[in-house]
């Protein structure tokens, strides 16, 4: 029989306020109860597991005194958040009085306001933290030790590389320069964290090459990819900011424009092409859709019993041309409607495509620790890049990878009152909601500008699983058994849980998900990451607390190095995240 148990007044597992506790739910574990008594297995009424079809909720959260451009979450919980410095002033003043002196600086040359801050969702606040040279559309990576390395940017700033090393909630750690720098310009490039620790920098804005920080040696070199430049369109590039994904066999994979490559970098060699994706809409800066590797399933690879199967899901985009149309007529055409999915490790990968409820170009795609995707920010129609869109889109939409009915797969969810236009931002956070940030459609800040102005505040989305009806059935982790919260690959660990009704009939019972927090820019979530472990037993310890058993992702190559959020999920309904390292 499933035991259960349930607890008004505690909080415990509860993402906010209190719960309340409904007839409904009442009913609801009565029911529970009474087919439990019977036999749990063959009496499941599955409509009484938790669904999560509910349009969630936003929250307004600060004004930052900037634009959210770039985020990063970092392993304290705080989040990195810089723009570009040669938009103006800011509404966040630099500390101490402090300015900056740059004569090159078109917009100002004497700026006494900061371009990037440290947030703490936690606390709510924000400080201001001081990059020295521009940021402007850059890339970025957190290293195994959790470090953040940002690289490349505009003018002074495109071949530099920063850290930001972070140190608590209470320190005042800030950007670091290095004298190392990148080989070559790097504006509107995307990086990826490779199984051996290193980030890989690949394309940018005439920059049809990749290399790797740290290098190797002092004499490495940026190493030519024909493929950047085959895949750059006239006018309109549509390959910047390329979607770059570390698959299970070490390869990575590429999508620019309309195309994609299994690559083995190491050897500078292109395994596979990919088909086209289908349609003529293009998927790349300035036509910005986005992309995601679907959750990684682990379970069976301990045992050798199956490999990771690896699938990617790109959404969103612009038709061909549709840059050249606005940037030069002001005619503002449709955005895609369109998402394609390809299996990449079948014999023969297809891409099979879905049509989103609503249009969309900006979308920041999220992977949610339930396995869900949302896809939230950007517009109905017109292109990356300034002035270049209108009608902002204020609904998120969810899409579920899993649901065998294509027509039951997406959902239009609550609508925000802030547009999120060009340079604006979504990441998830250890406690399950949505980060969103930015919007900044224009050459400088200009915050009287109609209908989007440059936005500075940063706003939460709660996604329907953090809804009070599923307060009962949310895990709430007590701790990992694992030394100082780190595991090694392949190795068994144990996390304990509580939870209020145990129900494991609904949605395959327990699963523990570990995600790689994402640097998000231009749309694109770069290192983004889910795999669920491989479960073994889940036992029972007293009335409300459980003990699952895990296995550490295999090899470097399926989870690189580094600090993942942690989360159970019981019954689609997912835990807060706790920090583990995987070394
Ligand atoms: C800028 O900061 C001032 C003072 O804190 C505030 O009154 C104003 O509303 C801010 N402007 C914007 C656009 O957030
Ligand atoms: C964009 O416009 C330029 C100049 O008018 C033209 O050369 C180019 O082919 C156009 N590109 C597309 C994709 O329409
Ligand atoms: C946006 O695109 C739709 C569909 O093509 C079109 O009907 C509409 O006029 C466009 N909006 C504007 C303001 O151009």
Redesign the pocket.
Known sequence: MAPFYVKNQSKMGSCSSSSTFTTTTAMMILLLLFCSLIDPASSVDLSLCPTTQNSGKWEMLL?I?ISAMHMQLIPTGQVVIFDRTDSGRS?LSLPDGQCRYDLTNKALQVDCTAHSALYDPVSNTARPLTVQTDTWCSSGSLRPDGTLIQTGGFGDGERKVRTFTPCGRFGSCDWVELNEGLHVRRWYSSNQILSDGRVIILGGRSTFTYEFFPKANADEKAVYLNFLRETRDPMEENNLYPFLHLLPDGNLFVFANRRSILFDYNKNKILKEFPEIPGTDKRNYPSTGSSVLLPLRLNGIQSGAAAVAAEVMICGGSPAGAYNMSHRQRIFVAASTSCGRIRLTDPSPEWTMEEMPVRRVMGDMILLPNGEVLIVNGALNGTAGWEDAIDAIKNPVLYRPDEADPKKRFDVLRPTETPRMYHSTAILLPDGRILVGGSNPHVRYN?KAYPYPTE?SLEAFYPPYLGQQHALFRPSILSVEAAEQSVSYGQQFSINFVLKVYWPQCHGGISVALIAPSFTTHSFGMNQRLLFLEVGKVEHLSLLAYKVTVAAPPTATVAPPGFYMLSVVHSGIPSQSLWVRVH
Do not use: T
């Open positions: 004004s005194g509404n915050f500075l």
